[in-house]
């Protein structure tokens, strides 16, 4: 059995290594290694290129290393060959985390507090608790189901919106473009961990960001894309929003000249609000594996109507 892997080399390194010691049958390649091997079987990639079938034409299966995959033109990619995202618990972990931190910063509004401190002033103001604040997550999948959980656990008001129905105890759950607005308007913090597809492209603009109550705040661990960022910065300007964080842009990196480095209130962090976690991870991808050689349905695997 033959792996080609296309993303970061000490990862792949880690996982080789792993391979050969668990799973010595099968070859675990280097896209960058000249021995290129063109029976590659499963292409695990997080980089992309166009010549990619044209290389790997015994390719079964495109394996993503991240839980998005919108990297891949999926419309190019021959129906026969399932694409599949990253699900695995560390990188599950590694995003309720980072947004458990980004949510308590905000509720604690220690934005403020930083602003006051570079004033030198030394001034309190009243504080909710956590029970009396409202957050939101646009996307109840795998990521945003684990969010809404622990923020739920520690005791926010919680709601989510997806595209279909769901039932989250504890959680108030809303769908469809039409009941948009309404979800909106209760998010006095809102969080985007949404798929980039063709419907989700642009979603955080200035419509979305007046349906928000005046001074919530935004979250944005999705893609870059869906961001409108100079509504963005519009909003935070007029103080609509009262403050944001962002760990995705497009582009990435943020260029040095962009208005969002020098953006009173907002905080952004580069990509680094999960990543896929080397063991973990790579007893997923061997599972996924193993279930399709058994003819199993894969798990992640990328619904083409959806897009996600
Ligand atoms: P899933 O596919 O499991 O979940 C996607 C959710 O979004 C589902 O609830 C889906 O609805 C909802 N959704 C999709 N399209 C729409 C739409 N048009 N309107 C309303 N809801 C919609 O994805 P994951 O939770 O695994 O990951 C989410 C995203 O997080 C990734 O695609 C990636 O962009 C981002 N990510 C960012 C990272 C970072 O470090 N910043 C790390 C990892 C991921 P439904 O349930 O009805 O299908
Ligand atoms: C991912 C990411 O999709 O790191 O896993 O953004």
Redesign the pocket.
Not at 138 to 146: D, Y
Not at 160 to 166: F, L, V, Y
Not at 192 to 197: A, I
């Given at each position: 059995m033959k792996i080609l892997y296309r993303s970061n080399r000490a990862r792949g390194e880690a996982w080789k290594a792993w391979l050969a010691e668990y799973e010595p049958d099968i070859t675990f390649t280097f896209w960058e290694e000249e021995t290129f091997p063109s029976d590659a079987e499963f292409l695990v990639l997080w980089e992309v290129s166009e010549d990619l079938l044209e290389k790997c034409p015994n390719a079964k299966v495109i394996f993503s290393v991240?839980?998005?995959?919108?990297q891949f033109d999926i419309r190019n990619i021959p129906a026969n060959i399932p694409v599949v995202?990253?699900?695995e618990p560390g990188?599950?972990q590694?995003?309720v985390e980072?947004v458990m931190g980004a949510t308590l910063a905000l509720h604690r509004e220690i934005p403020r507090y930083l602003t006051q401190q570079k004033k030198h002033i030394w001034q309190a103001h009243n504080s909710l608790l956590a029970s009396q604040r409202h957050v939101g997550v646009?996307?109840?999948?795998?990521?945003?189901?684990?969010v809404l959980l622990a923020l739920r656990d520690f005791g926010f008001q919680c709601s989510?919106?997806?595209?279909?129905?769901?039932h989250l105890l504890g959680v108030e759950c809303w769908?469809?473009?039409k009941q948009?607005p309404e979800f909106l308007a209760q998010c006095e913090i809102l969080i985007?961990?949404?798929?980039?597809?063709d419907?989700?492209r642009g979603?955080l603009n200035a419509r979305l960001f007046a349906s928000l109550p005046e001074g919530a705040s935004l979250i944005h661990?999705?893609?870059g894309e869906?961001l409108v960022s100079d509504d963005l910065i519009a909003a935070l300007k007029t103080k609509h929003l009262s403050n944001a964080i962002i760990?995705?842009a497009s582009p990435e990196p943020i260029p040095e000249n962009s208005p969002l480095w020098n953006c009173e209130n907002l905080w952004i962090t580069p990509?680094?609000?999960?990543?896929?976690r080397n063991e973990s991870a790579v007893s997923a991808l061997l599972t996924n594996i193993r279930r399709y050689e058994n003819g199993n349905e894969l798990f992640?695997e990328i619904?083409r109507q959806?897009?996600?």
């Open positions: 991240g839980a998005g995959a919108d995202r990253m699900i990188l599950t590694g995003m980072y646009m996307g109840i999948g795998q990521l945003g189901k684990a989510g919106w997806s595209r279909s129905p769901h769908h469809g473009e948009l985007c961990l949404l798929p980039l597809t419907a989700t979603i661990v999705g893609r869906h760990d995705v990509h680094v609000a999960s990543e896929t992640g619904d959806k897009g996600y």
